[in-house]
């Protein structure tokens, strides 16, 4: 970006991203209408370096799915009318946190801010086994490190249950 103009350097990681991951609308991923410098510059979101996600999309490991419309328990309605059973559901709810503004109960993990009501290194769990990620502010290595505790809570209380 020193030597070249946005919408050059978009152009070129747009190209790139194509070559790589191919078109990804089929599997429920649309591309921004910005490049991906155009979209940090106008929004202050950063793009995303792929990790292994895109394959395990492509191989039918992760599924995308439409918006949510409704929750009621453990069944979710889609934007699609498909209704389906989960055992936990994950809100990816992008980098800034908005969670507050429609998450019913959300003090039992979050503050008015969107942002975990515990300090780190407990910022992840909440009261009644909800549970953030990514709000700790320290980059993927957070987004990790959260992911994981998070796992583990639940295969602890999975396996509680059992025993």
């Known amino acids: 970006?020193?030597?070249?103009?946005?919408?050059?350097?978009?152009?070129?990681?747009?190209?790139?991203?194509?070559?790589?991951?191919?078109?990804m609308s089929a599997y429920g991923i649309c591309r921004p209408k910005l490049g991906p410098m155009?979209?940090?510059?106008?929004?202050g979101k950063t793009p995303v370096i792929d990790v292994g996600?895109?394959?395990?999309?492509?191989?039918?490991?992760?599924?995308?799915?439409?918006?949510?419309?409704?929750?009621?328990?453990?069944t979710i309605e889609f934007e699609n009318g498909v209704r389906k059973k989960f055992d936990a559901i994950v809100f990816a709810t992008g980098y800034r946190s908005s969670a507050n503004n429609w998450l019913q109960d959300y003090e039992l993990v979050l503050n008015e801010k969107?942002?975990?009501?515990?300090g780190i290194p407990n910022h992840w769990k909440g009261k009644k086994n909800v549970y953030c990620v990514g709000l700790s502010r320290q980059?993927?290595?957070?987004?990790?490190?959260?992911a994981k505790a998070v796992a583990q809570d639940i295969s602890n209380n999975?396996?509680?249950?059992?025993?």
Do not use: R
Request: net charge positive; no cysteine.
């Open 1 to 23: 970006m020193k030597y070249l103009p946005v919408s050059v350097v978009d152009g070129i990681l747009v190209g790139l991203s194509k070559l790589k991951f191919g078109d």
């Open 38 to 43: 155009q979209l940090k510059y106008a929004t």
């Open 53 to 74: 996600t895109i394959s395990k999309i492509q191989d039918g490991q992760i599924k995308v799915v439409p918006q949510i419309s409704n929750i009621d328990g453990e």
């Open 114 to 118: 969107g942002m975990p009501k515990s």
């Open 139 to 146: 980059g993927l290595a957070g987004v990790s490190f959260d």
């Open 158 to 163: 999975i396996s509680n249950k059992f025993t």
